[in-house]
């Protein structure tokens, strides 16, 4: 029998991924101590029931021991050069990295080499071309690499997913996603901030929230972008040299389901995903930011219900996913390929943003990162 | 199925004839006692054929069944006539002023082999039919149900609603719903507590407070009034969360209903699109007739309704709780 909504939204918040047969603890090495590791990863995994943050990585060692006042669990604090040399590497099972995008690279060959789990934040790297090469090197060491989108952990994203997988739009046809906030004002008050260094970023909007929208449509509709076309304007000035500031983008997705996408980092705090399917809509808005109460809406035939669910710290989820993966022996996703999809419909994007045409995007994941 | 309509009541200008009128069938003749009335009323909204006096209508061959918006003292003896017509009846609640009588009613047209539905018309709107399936099946044993219907009625005007000998009063008019949706969700009680209020002087209840009582431990409060802004609502507390509805009974068709419960950690508010539920009602009844289905409201209903009523009377009378088995 096909579920209902009801039958889908039942305890709606329930960790569906998680088996009864999960013990233990995941040590961390937290790579990168910036206001996210500090903020929201650590007080996360401080929360969770299967990780524990033993050592912080940073660029001094007088930061890196410094984390000790974040968490009683942390017992070493390494530089970047002694965590290259595998300094207390036994202290760890795994690494969180978030660095700037562009630094991924270089920790998680030292962490592959290591044959330490990866959970990496996203965007993968700050090109296509080293993101290959990052998931090359967990192939090579054969370590497990996650990357760390927390929105296929959240309950209402998952939900979502079900939803449309039981048909209960019917046939998807329209995704209109959104997610804006106010970088310099409100969030990193810096202008000579990584995210706005091409090398490190590899884009400021696409890449650092354009991705939220994106990878929650592949998610819950469990589709790829085949073909993408966009629009990126620069109002500040900080925002010249990567030229993304206020962006529109479009995808169209190997199911048929077209996307509309917007993002800016210079525009007011707003999120939302919508789906409209030939039976009925899915919205989850606010949507993209685990700091926003998340709301759900699903309207049907001649009725809609809006859901007010508790709402759960997306890190914390993350992390004992990920953690609950490693501690069964089982692949985590979302893994490096399908990240992949991701770096190469932003490079089509930023491609289609600067020719003003339609760019295919090549989704032949496998053989790329094996040639890589 | 051709219509007729025994009066000019407001309930059946403005709500049901329109509903009959959009449905599949039809609003065929209308009947006054006042012949001139019911000419401008059948001008007025529409109807080909006008009669001054109900017998005149019911003698009329064409029709196939007839609605009865009369003063709830009326129904019984019109119920009657009309299954002597072979006539069907749609018949607005209460269906009559005691459960003898509406047994009594109920024999009548099955004898005359006619089918007779009393019309509440918010239990064919979606909203409720979906409150009733969330009870029944997502949250878990029902604890209590607490329910009112009131509004305020003008001071001074001559109404029926407040005519002792046409059996007016605020339990008959309004507190009939609050008792109906004690009864959805919790069935016929065991035993009623009630006390009414006579603060118009007028020889009936204006104000009505009860419990009913069930064996399983649940209990329902009830409530109407003359006496108060509007204000009609269901909310159902259970074992596992709770459900409520306002604006419950009476909506307009141009509005959307809202219904929320809560279990498992979310609270769901349900919006369901406007709907004329007197349309349903009507559909629902022409179904019945057309199939020889029983009706969704059914004699049990009917019946088992009008004793919790007499009993609310009963204990309200004698100051004691009344048994209802």
Partial sequence: MTPTPTDITEEFTRRDWQGDDVTGTVRLAMIGLGWWTRDEAIPAVEESEFCETTVAVSSSKEKAEGARELAGSITHGLTYDEFHEGVAADAYDAVYVVTPNGLHLPYVETAAELGKAVLCEKPLEASVERAEKLVAACDRADVPLMVAYRMQTEPAVRRARELVEAGVVGDPVFVHGHMS?????????????????????????????????????????????????????????????????????????????????????????????????????????????????????????????????????????????????????????????????????????????ERGTDVPVDTDVDSASDEA | MQFGILGTAGIGIESVIPAIQASDHAAAAIASRDETRASAVADEVGIPTAYGSYEALLADDSLDAVYIPLPNSLHADWVRAAADHGLHVLCEKPLTASADETAAVFDYCEDAGVTLMEGFMYRFHPRTERAAELVASELGEVVSVTSNFSFRLPDGAENIRIEPELAGGSVMDVGCYAISAARLFLGTPDRVYATTTDTRDCGVDTRMSGVLEYDSGATARVESSFDTPETQYYRVQTTDGWLEAKTAFNIEPTASAELTYATDGRVVTETFDPIDNYRREVEAFARAVETGETPRIDREESVDLMRTIDAVYESADTGRAVDLN
């Fill in chain 1, 181 to 353: 906030q106010r970088l310099l004002d409100e969030v990193v008050p810096d202008p000579d901030q990584w995210r706005l260094d091409p090398e490190l970023s590899g884009g400021a909007t696409v890449m650092d929230i354009g991705l939220y929208p994106l990878n929650t449509a592949r998610f819950v509709l469990d589709a790829d972008p085949v073909r993408v076309r966009a629009r990126a304007r620069v109002d500040d000035e900080a925002f010249e040299a990567v030229g993304d500031e206020h962006v529109s983008f479009g995808v169209d997705f190997d199911d048929g389901t077209l996307a509309v996408c917007t993002a800016s980092q210079s525009a007011y705090q707003s999120s939302h995903l919508r789906v409209t399917g030939t039976e009925g809509e899915l919205e989850i808005e606010p949507a993209f930011y685990n700091r926003q109460k998340r709301g759900f809406r699903l309207s049907w035939g001649d009725q809609s219900a809006d859901y007010d669910f508790e709402q759960v710290n997306q890190m914390t989820e993350e992390f004992d996913y990920f953690a609950s993966r490693l501690l069964t022996e089982t692949d985590p996703d979302p893994d490096g390929d399908h990240a992949l999809v991701d770096m190469r419909a932003m490079d089509a994007i930023y491609a289609a943003a």
